[in-house]
Each structure stands twice: as structure tokens, then as C-alpha cells.
Nanobody, 122 residues
Framework: QGQLVQSGGGLVQTGESLTLSCTIS????MGWFRQVPGKEREFVAA????????DYARSVKGRFTISRDNVKNMGYLQMNGLRPEDTAVYYC???????????????????WGQGTQVTVSS
């Protein structure tokens, strides 16, 4: 698929919400990861093709929602109740996948978005 195109992100206050978007394609599993300077990229959320299975990092479960629109070929990460520790560069990623496959490790993905900064002020 090549490089994915991301949108969304920005500066918000604690407790507010943001939605990140990413171009994707059919027969792909999608994941969201984030990275802060000096730390490894960490898993945030994953969704299978065509979207029946989802998984989340413990730190975001109950606050973030991953979804996909297979007609528009778009993936989303809805982030509610944002906290300062959510501040990071967020990346979407995809890989070819069979139905129902979930991937939570960044090395399992083949195509990546350009990254988008999310900053949460206290």
C-alpha cells in the first residue's frame, strides 16, 4: 500500500477528545502505535479485517476506540479522556491479513503513516 496518509492530532487539554484518521485498504489489519522521544514505539490498538476483532493496550482500554470504514477505506482512533501521558507521535500501520487476524507488534506491520503529534496539556 505504501505510505499511509494520517490526519488529526493536535493540542488539547486533559479530559478532551481527539480523533485520528488514516487511509487504509481492504484485506488489511490495522494498528495504531505511539512514540515519545527516547522511548520505543508502543502498541495502542489493533483491528482485524474486516473489523470484527479489536485489541487495546491496557493504558488506553476504555478510553480509546479503534474502528474502520471499509467503504471509505479509512481507519480511525477515537481518543477520549486524554491524559498528559498520552502525549506522543501517533502512527497508523497496516499489513495484508486474512479475516480475523490481529497484530500487536510493530514489526508485524508493513506500511506506515507519516505520524501525527498529539499533545495533552495538564
Amino acid at each position: 500500500q505504501g505510505q499511509l496518509v494520517q490526519s488529526g492530532g493536535g493540542l488539547v487539554q486533559t479530559g478532551e477528545s481527539l480523533t485520528l484518521s488514516c487511509t487504509i485498504s481492504e484485506w488489511t489489519a490495522m494498528g495504531w502505535f505511539r512514540q515519545v522521544p527516547g522511548k520505543e514505539r508502543e502498541f495502542v490498538a489493533a483491528i482485524s479485517w474486516p473489523g470484527t476483532l479489536k485489541d487495546y493496550a491496557r493504558s488506553v482500554k476504555g478510553r480509546f476506540t479503534i474502528s474502520r470504514d471499509n467503504v471509505k477505506n479509512m481507519g480511525y482512533l477515537q481518543m477520549n479522556g486524554l491524559r498528559p501521558e498520552d502525549t506522543a507521535v501517533y502512527y497508523c500501520a497496516v499489513r495484508r491479513a486474512v479475516s480475523g487476524a490481529l497484530y500487536t507488534r510493530d514489526r508485524e506491520y508493513t506500511d506506515w503513516g507519516q505520524g501525527t503529534q498529539v499533545t495533552v496539556s495538564s
